[in-house]
């Protein structure tokens, strides 16, 4: 299996930046992709982003496009999604996801039954 831990969240105020991480451990060799979603209370887990392992597909949600960024050091095993001009109603908890099957052109790599495993969460607060 495949274990990982989210870290970097915080509270900043409006327009500020955070730096999310994510450290993979255990099989990271099975791992295809690597995923951030986000849940606000009240609402569905919500997609943000995904990389390719290899790093060479990025895709973002509408919401975050331009303002976010994700990316992968495969050294490390760990992936980041670097959040800036946050707004109020980027606050959520964040976690992030590991997809341990190729894509094809099935894949739903928007949503989150698509992945297998998950890190604890980490929570992002952003104030006006």
């Known amino acids: 299996q495949v274990q990982l831990v989210e870290s970097g969240g915080g509270s900043v105020q409006a327009g500020g930046s955070l730096r999310l991480s994510c450290a993979a451990s255990?099989?990271?060799?099975?791992?295809?992709?690597m995923g951030w979603f986000r849940r606000s209370p009240g609402k569905e887990r919500q997609f943000v982003a995904v990389?390719?392992?290899?790093?060479?597909?990025?895709y973002y949600a509408d919401s975050v496009r331009g303002r976010f960024t994700m990316s992968i050091d495969n050294a490390k095993n760990t992936v980041y999604l670097q959040m800036n001009s946050l707004k109020p109603e980027d606050t959520a908890v964040y976690y992030c996801a590991a997809d341990l099957d190729p894509w094809n052109g099935n894949t739903a790599w928007d949503a989150s039954y698509e992945y297998d495993c998950w890190g604890q969460g980490t929570q992002v607060t952003v104030s006006s």
């Open positions: 990389i390719r392992w290899s790093g060479d597909n990025t």
């Open positions: 255990g099989r990271t060799f099975s791992i295809y992709a």
